[in-house]
């Protein structure tokens, strides 16, 4: 929205100049232009109507800043652009649109701005994606940031159950972008602060961060497909929920349905109390328990 604005304020600067230059008696000629003045103006006036695009502040601290004054270029830019990467991924994720590899989905469209420098320490104002034709998509940008800030917070001080809890919402590649932004702050004896509405943390030092970091590592997330046999002893279509009581041994796994399947309740229907192998995706962090998801309806057999 910041790009459109200042496009169409110099189309009708631009547009105010050349009339100025064309005398009043080539009423043909100044015709056309003006047309197009009153449509940039009334384009202009329709954007000015709408909320202004919400925006975060990411700032630093640590080697690569100096005080309040500035911070190295080159930490700048490499931490600018994994978090936008993280930023990126987290959004697709919510949208249902991120695969284990290939480009990140709808990358172009959920661009972080830079519109001002965060004053404190010293970062970045980032100023959100807004899709003006309202598109379900748009929704989850600004979860996106709450997600990230969350994840901050439940990497530094939160279980390891607490943080596969989000692993499991947002898929682990995502994640592993959030921690690839975090080891550029490790690798230059730095540490940061996220605010957003009324969301924020900060890191209180670098061995805060450098255990957050730790923690979001590929390898304190497992991540794997299990096969169990079986049977479905009770399926809550409406949470997206179930409970798969285990055929050869004690114990009943509990767990979430991806929202991938349209249909829940088919459990009910086609499964519930029939013996069956099925496969499961399993997220455990660290020593926290394991965290059940069915993806597909094709990985159950009778």
Not at 169 to 185: D, G, N, S, T
Not at 218 to 236: P, Q
Not at 252 to 259: A, N, P
Request: aromatic letters at 8%.
């Amino acid at each position: 929205m910041h790009n459109e604005h200042l496009a169409l304020t110099s189309e009708i600067h631009e547009l105010e100049m050349l009339l100025d230059s064309i005398p009043e008696a080539n009423v043909i000629e100044r015709m056309g232009l003006q047309s197009r003045l009153k449509s940039a103006k009334e384009a202009l006036e329709s954007l000015e109507q709408l909320p202004a695009a919400p925006k975060a502040k990411l700032t630093f601290r640590g080697k690569p800043v100096l005080g309040s004054h500035g911070i190295s270029a080159d930490f700048g830019a490499k931490a600018a652009s994994a978090f936008a990467d993280a930023f990126s991924a987290i959004t697709a994720s919510l949208n249902e649109k991120l695969g284990e590899a290939g480009p990140i989905p709808d990358k172009a469209k959920n661009q972080l701005l830079i519109t001002g420098t965060a004053i404190g320490s010293f970062g970045f104002e980032l100023e959100l994606p807004k899709d003006r034709t309202l598109l379900p998509d748009s929704e989850n940008t600004e979860e996106a940031i709450k997600r990230i800030e969350m994840l901050f917070r439940t990497a530094a001080t939160g279980s390891d159950d607490e943080i596969a809890e989000i692993v499991d919402e947002v898929h682990p590649r995502a994640v592993k972008k959030v921690y690839e932004f975090l080891e550029i702050l490790v690798q230059q004896h730095a540490w940061c602060a996220l605010e957003y509405d009324d969301r924020s943390f900060r890191y209180a030092d670098y061995d805060q961060l450098t255990y957050s970091s730790a923690r979001l590592k590929d390898d304190n997330i497992r991540e794997e497909t299990e096969s169990y046999r079986g049977e479905f002893i009770g399926v809550l279509p409406s949470s997206r929920t179930f409970e798969f009581k285990l055929s050869d041994q004690e114990g009943v796994l509990r767990g979430k349905i991806d929202s991938a399947i349209d249909d829940p309740d088919l459990l009910n229907r086609e499964w519930l109390h029939k013996p069956v192998t099925v496969s499961f995706n399993v997220v455990q962090v660290g020593n926290g328990k394991p965290r059940y998801t069915l993806i597909e309806l094709e990985s159950i057999t009778l």
